[in-house]
């Protein structure tokens, strides 16, 4: 294939002989409107002085409007692409001219001077004659263009009936590299069922899918990205799977409008269909945090991040940036997660300095010099070892880690006068079975302990399974399809709470904002969400049918458990604020206590396993309850522990109650 390469000369000179032209067109335009003038005015007999008035004017009239019409770019515009703003600035260059025409007239013209009359008739007459052919022109391409696209085109139906997803149909219409036809739209709302939006059909509501997708034979349905939630997407896709039909995803209007969409060689906007992902079929609608009162934490502010080089620490530190902090300090063990998250902050970073530093949070001399070289005010502290199997395994690492390694960066942060500290913590450090659970239960407990005394601001946050970070379930989930499966779960009724990254991250935030000291924030998650769905998902997803991919259940591992929880049975959630935080109010814990515990943990770190383990249940009393639970859960099988769970009470749900100050959980501190 011959590659011709355009220069700017070449580019140029095709510009002029455009501008040339539009510019005839203009001047015959500009004539036949002043000989139609002159004809109403005369009631199409014109008087012979009349026509030589025409022959001697029509020259320097027609010249004098192309010179004003240039000069307000008017005629640089694609006639294709016409808009209201277009026709604003043909009526602004009209009247323009006819106000220095009449001027012209009036003080160089002493003599058979042209009729006013015509004179606003000529102006009149160049808007409707410009404003009716470019009009024109572009109704004839968009009523053309979907003619020409190619006959083996995929007919689409669009997911929702506004202006947003109509002035996306119409981009789809005229974009042929998609090669797409729309057919109609469906809404939520049934009143709008046999209307029109710009010349398309509203052909049913969301629950006419199946109907339509038949009758029309509608090959993909679009979706606009966020703009429904998770259960009434699943609704869509399951009704889309029944007619063996595609469902995608397309970007919103508003990412067309901002520039993040490219442009083809014609000007018009490239629109990418993707398809779904996990984030699309969250099972609740996703939390949108209110972000106001973070920037007067985090802007021009020394913020630190542990563990930055995480799924959770690396979303966070994408977060701070937004803020516009002074300084992002990048904490974090492994080399080549810290290489990977600085460059990528860099390419944004402006005015804000980046420094990465390799550490280990259990190194209290390397986590001292940080501090103190960085004056840092805002810690977030993301590092931890989570995988629950691996850390059964490994109970002492987990206690130097989770335990020592935040006991430590809390003590810096104290000392350092740090503003705020923020745990990320998580929903099994709640009636802990597992060795990881019960280290994030300690270091909630220091953070509890440590605000009691200090003018640092220690908060936690809680939250469950995060959905696409490294080595969760999607993540496995996905590689297994890729392999043609099977799927592996461990239980068929296996249970867990979800969120994005992004709303953990905001979540970090937010609590950070919002905390008095001492509080543990939980994220309202909605229903947990059988595993087993998730992975039916995914398969769907990967645009498959479930009985494609075989799931095998594998059994429960040490230290799981069939559901999780996001508070302890002492504990209640409390309203704060945000209508989807929530505080736990648990019980206190002396700082003598938390520190003697911690003592006697750091003792036994290189101890056996078992011994590791008794030490652990004796400080954590609920780590035994939750071991003899999985007993009988294996014992079993799911139906005693579920029935617990269901009939008790709902362990996600808020109480009644109601407080607008979290200050009260912490009495001994003043609010700030």
Sequence with gaps: MKIVRV???EIQMSLSLRLVLLAICHLVFFAISLLLAFALRFDFEIPVESWSMYRATVSWICGLKLTIFYLVSH?????????????????????????????????????????????LLDSLLSIILLGGFRSTWRLLHESFQPLKTKTDHRNALIVGADVSTGRLAQQIQLNPQLNCRVIGFIDSDPTKRGSMLGGIPVLGDFEDVETVITTWQIDDVLVVDKTLGGWRLRGIIEQCEKSQTKLKVIPPIEQLLSGETRLNGRGEPLIALRDLDINDVLRRDPVQL??????????????????????????????????QPRSLILVERFENNLFMIERELRVNAGTVIITPCIADVTDEQRMREIFKTNNVEVVFHAAAHKHVPMMELNPGEAIKNNVLGTK??????????????????????????????????????????????????????RFGNVLGSASSVIPIFQEQIRRGGPITVTHPEMKRYFMTIPEASRLVLQAAALGNGGEIFVLDMGEPVRI???????????GLHPDEIEIVFTGMRPGEKLFEE?????????????????????????????????????????????????????????????????QKDERHGSTNRIGDMTGTRDRHRPPSTSIGDTSSLNPARKKL
């Design 532 to 542: 087993v769905d998730l992975a039916v998902d995914l398969i769907r997803i990967a």
């Design 290 to 323: 209110d972000v106001e009162g973070i920037s007067q934490m985090l802007q021009g502010r020394d913020v630190m991040v542990t563990g930055a080089g995480g799924s959770i620490g690396s979303e966070i530190c994408r977060q701070i940036m937004t803020f």
């Design 408 to 461: 430590c960066v809390a003590d810096l942060a104290d000392q350092s006068n740090v503003t705020c500290f923020a745990l990320i913590s998580t929903d099994k450090a709640v009636n802990p079975s597992s060795v990881m659970g019960v280290t994030k239960q300690l270091a909630e407990r220091y953070i509890y302990a440590k605000s009691q005394s200090s003018d640092t601001r220690f908060v936690a946050v």
């Design 7 to 9: 220069g700017p000369l």
């Design 566 to 630: 996001l508070y302890l049975d002492e504990e209640r959630l409390l309203p704060c604020k945000h209508s989807k935080i929530f505080v736990a109010a648990h019980r206190p814990y002396t700082a003598d206590e938390v520190a003697q515990s911690i003592a006697q943990l750091a003792k036994v770190v290189h101890e056996s396993d078992s011994e590791i383990r008794r030490m652990l249940q004796q400080i954590v009393l609920e780590y035994i309850r939750a071991q003899e639970n999985l």
């Design 75 to 119: 005629y640089h515009g694609w006639w294709r692409f016409v808009t209201f703003s277009d026709l604003a600035a043909l009526l602004r260059a009209s009247t323009l001219s006819l106000l220095v025409i009449a001027a012209f007239d009036y003080i160089l013209v002493n003599t058979h001077q042209i009729p006013r009359s015509v004179l």
